[in-house]
């Protein structure tokens, strides 16, 4: 088809949407690694993920041959009331760079949530409900995720415990009451609800809380509560498994319009939307039946593919959870506290992980007043206003565009624009008033945080 003829939005239909998901594992020549016990640094088995996550999540953890999987009617029935995300041709923002590189744009913003965390949110409740549980407890850093969760515990009638770091829980209290209005408790990370919080507060009196704490602290909940699991918004393979609905759903529109990316670009935290994105380019990449670039976008004040180790880690700061290898800072690891920009997870996932060291996908960091720029510049040529994360995609799609211009190269870019920046305003109006300052850690910083890494000889 002539390019002349694609409009703005590259429109599927609800029959469109994928009945299966794509498991780029079993394509992977390389497998990423096993998860292990925290304690007997063997991989973990069925029966001991049970315990944390419900059974067919386990079991999806675990799979890494069967290529596709059915998703149940119920979650499709969900997923027709924000399916399919509309893919965009960013025509105003090619005029305004006035660059020939084709740019597209994959909008995951298009929910309540705000982002792309629902597509794997309604599958974790369903099989929850499934499973006949109670309900389900998890941690929420920006506040995403325990909203996208919120939604779906709601929709499938589960009790939904959140714990939300604290400095987010202060800073953004309208996430908050969303996810109460959907019926979900919210409690500050350090709590004094469980035995790890209390310990954290002990040692660190007055902090802001983490990720990596908030985790710890959402997994001992859940173990101490009969008929309730944890769940993860991010890292995990059974996540980047319930993602893939984004790069199907992309591959599909652009196969219809004839269209066939040079570049597939996504931002990158614990790596889902950038794994569920990238996953059938990926998968034609290494079956060898097409080829293109694919980048992976993190913050520098958090850049754990471009400057983390590739070894096994702690997910959290209580070392409660398996242990999984992974691009990794350590998980003592904390962002500096002037960094607005998301994305601000120690590790990453282990899919993507193994295709960042098998060479398969590229990786950049940028800074975050560079992030903003983009994000500003985006949002008053294409009118969406878009997460502070997402913005690191577009950040590196502007400057690959930059690129074909000054080469005259005309180049397909594909990237993922994982949410909207609704409730990010107090970042922005850090960048609007001028006093966004960027950070990037000392080779000093990581070494002392990778000094702690676990033994582990695997
Ligand atoms: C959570 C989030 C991300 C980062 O998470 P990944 O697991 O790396 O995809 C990116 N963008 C938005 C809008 C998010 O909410």
Redesign the pocket.
């Known amino acids: 088809m002539n390019n002349n003829t694609i409009p703005y939005k590259l429109l599927l239909t609800e029959n469109e949407i994928p009945t299966r998901w794509y498991n780029l594992r079993a394509d992977m020549k390389n497998k990423p690694a096993p998860l292990l016990n925290p304690e007997t640094h063997k991989p973990m088995t069925f029966e001991e993920l049970r315990k944390v996550f419900c059974d067919e999540l386990a079991r999806q953890e675990l799979d890494d041959t069967t290529p596709y999987i059915d998703i149940p009617t119920p979650i499709r029935d969900f997923y027709r009331m924000f399916r399919p995300a509309p893919l965009v041709r960013a025509y105003y923002l090619e005029k305004a760079l006035n660059t020939p590189a084709h740019i597209y744009y994959k909008f995951e913003g298009n929910n309540t949530s705000g982002?792309?965390?629902l597509n794997s949110a309604v599958a974790q409740a369903y099989y929850a409900k499934e499973q006949g549980l109670k309900g389900v407890t998890t941690e929420t850093g920006?506040g995403?995720?325990g909203t996208a969760l919120s939604m779906a515990c709601s929709y499938f009638d589960l009790i939904c415990k959140v714990f939300m770091v604290k400095v987010s829980y202060e800073q953004k209290p309208h996430r908050r009451e969303v996810m109460r209005t959907y019926g979900a408790s919210v409690t500050a990370s350090p709590s004094e609800t469980t035995a790890v919080g209390r310990k954290i507060l002990a040692e660190h009196p007055g902090t802001g809380g983490s990720l990596g704490c908030a985790i710890s602290e959402a997994v001992e909940s859940a173990l101490s509560q009969d008929g309730f699991r944890y769940v993860l918004?991010?890292v995990l393979s059974q996540v980047v498994l319930h993602q893939s609905i984004i790069g199907l759903e992309t591959k599909t529109a652009l196969d219809k319009y004839g269209v066939k990316p040079d570049i597939v670009i996504g931002?990158?935290?614990?790596?889902?939307?950038?794994g569920g994105l990238i996953a059938p380019f990926m998968g034609d990449k290494i079956k060898g039946v097409a080829d293109c670039r694919i980048i992976a976008v993190e913050p520098a004040s958090c850049p754990s593919l471009t400057r983390g180790a590739y070894a096994y880690d702690y997910c959290d700061t209580g070392a409660v959870c398996p242990l999984a290898k992974m691009y990794t800072l350590g998980s003592s690891f904390m962002p500096s506290a002037n960094h607005a920009g998301?994305?601000r997870y120690h590790g990453m996932s282990s899919i993507l992980s193994q295709l960042y060291d098998d060479g398969l996908m590229e990786a950049r960091s940028v800074e975050q007043s560079k992030v903003f720029e983009a994000a500003t510049f985006f949002a008053r040529c294409e009118g969406t206003l878009p997460?502070p994360?997402?913005s690191h995609a577009i950040r590196a799609a502007i400057d690959e565009a930059v690129r074909c211009r000054e080469t005259g190269k005309q180049e397909t870019i594909v990237f993922g624009l994982?949410?909207t920046g609704y409730f990010d305003m107090y970042a922005y109006q850090k960048f609007n008033d001028g006093i966004m300052s960027d950070y990037i850690p000392t080779d000093d910083e990581i070494a002392k945080s990778l000094a702690k890494l676990p033994q582990v000889n695997a």
């Not at 931002?267 to 950038?274: I, K, Q, T, W, Y």
């Open positions: 982002s792309h965390k920006a995403q995720w918004g991010s931002c990158a935290g614990g790596g889902s939307n950038l998301g994305l997460a994360e997402s994982t949410g």
